[in-house]
């Protein structure tokens, strides 16, 4: 169980990782970042039968972790492309996407847990 939750949480910081250097290093907007990072790791969780308040815990903290790189990338300019929702910039987008990814990959791995 605990290797499920370390496994999941890695997945995230990678993920992580990988969108800060794309942001970086190219001038794309990469628009579902946010929603995997914050919700891949709760899914991937509720597959290994994690417990319950530890996969949800991981997706709020996933979710933060998302919504904290929004920001950080937003006022560093690395966010100044168009959006897929029809209101708002990329910063706006991303804000979205991370408690969009957050909830709906709760929801996820919840669902998960409970087919186990």
Known sequence: MEQGLRSAGRTGVGLSALWVVLALVSD???HLAPLL??????VM???????????????????????ALTGLL?????????????TGGAAFEGVVFSLLGGTVGAVAGWLATLRG
């Open 28 to 30: 794309n907007t990469f």
């Open 74 to 86: 937003s006022a560093g300019g690395r966010l100044a492309g168009t959006s897929l929702l029809p």
């Open 37 to 42: 990072i914050a919700g891949a790791p709760p």
């Open 45 to 67: 969780a509720g597959f290994e039968y994690v417990p319950v308040r530890r996969m949800l815990a991981l997706a709020g903290v996933m979710t933060m972790l998302a919504l």
